[in-house]
């Protein structure tokens, strides 16, 4: 795995980052002689971890805003006796 410095890095990026598509090439960056970070060729299965983190991180958002709703829900109705009663549809059981 070659190392760059990030002023190399930053002068040579587009050459860099077509040299790890292109040939698979790997690179660690370098912050004063330090690593700090590493680039890798974006794979298949990077795709699907990205995919599979987004959704849960939308399901997290979905779970809180139930909490949310149903904390603030102040009604003897409940939320599909409200939505039969909006649109003046039968409640089913």
Not at 5 to 32: L, M, P, S, W
Not at 45 to 59: N, S, V
């Amino acid at each position: 795995m070659k190392q760059i410095g990030i002023r190399e890095f930053k002068n040579r990026a587009t050459q860099i980052v077509r040299e790890v598509h292109d040939e698979c090439a790997e690179y660690v960056v370098t912050v004063d002689g330090e690593p700090r970070a590493m680039l890798v060729p974006y794979s298949i299965e990077h795709a699907k971890a990205q995919r599979k983190y987004t959704h849960a991180e939308q399901m997290a958002l979905i779970d809180e805003l139930a909490a949310w709703i149903g904390e603030s829900w102040n009604s003897p109705l409940t939320a599909a006796e409200a939505v039969a009663e909006q649109r003046r549809e039968p409640v089913w059981p």
